[in-house]
């Protein structure tokens, strides 16, 4: 599945990890003032700032998918 994405947005501050795909969603539509189901990637790390999730949705697929990802310097 090859998908394009208008635009990567980061999360200021930390988010909570256990968060569903709808408690992202609406941190995207109260913090961003945007649509979860715009072309764009929206980012959030955890307080330790070690982990990213990453938020994925658009009208013709529902959730395309969030994953967990750990992050090493």
Partial sequence: MNMTFEKVYLACG????????????????E??????FSPCLFVFCNRK??????SVRQPH???????????TV
């Fill in 31 to 36: 913090c961003f003032d945007l649509d979860p």
């Fill in 61 to 71: 697929i529902y959730i395309i998918g969030v994953g967990c990802f750990t992050v």
């Fill in 14 to 29: 930390s988010t909570d990890m256990r968060k569903s795909i709808d408690g992202l969603a609406a941190i995207v539509i």
């Fill in 49 to 54: 700032r070690d982990k990213l999730k990453v």
